[in-house]
């Protein structure tokens, strides 16, 4: 089973910064599309930045230039790091993947399954 672990959230105060960590493990082939989603109390799950195997990335606009997000694929790890950052940003954010997990290989062939994956939240909380 494939699993996502962040950690880096926290207690920030009003124009500092934070960096976020998403570790995946398992029986990975390939990792496609990662990013980082946002949930704040009594709001929807919203997409904050996401980057592609080659490494394009999106921001949500509400947020651009003040984050970077990040990827090392050897390590399968995405990272988010904010800066400035302001009150209305806290919320749990949420690693996300899309996998390829391995099922089975040899040395002709390899068959995986397409799953996403989401990790159980790091609480990001900015106040003075």
């Known amino acids: 089973q494939v699993q996502l672990v962040e950690s880096g959230g926290g207690f920030v105060q009003p124009g500092g910064s934070l960096r976020l960590s998403c570790a995946s493990s398992?029986?990975?082939?390939?990792?496609?599309?990662m990013g980082w989603y946002r949930q704040a109390l009594g709001k929807q799950r919203e997409l904050v930045a996401s980057i592609t195997s080659s490494g394009i990335t999106d921001y949500a606009e509400s947020m651009k230039g003040r984050l970077t997000i990040s990827r090392d694929n050897d390590k399968n790890t995405v990272y988010l790091q904010m800066h400035r950052l302001k009150p209305e940003d806290t919320a749990v954010y949420y690693c996300?993947?899309?996998?390829?997990?391995?099922?089975?290989?040899?040395?002709?062939?390899?068959?995986?399954?397409?799953?996403?994956?989401w990790g159980q939240g790091t609480l990001v909380t900015v106040s003075s």
């Open positions: 398992g029986p990975i082939f390939n990792i496609h599309n």
């Open positions: 996300d993947a899309d996998v390829a997990e391995l099922i089975a290989s040899d040395s002709d062939s390899v068959e995986d399954k397409d799953v996403e994956v």
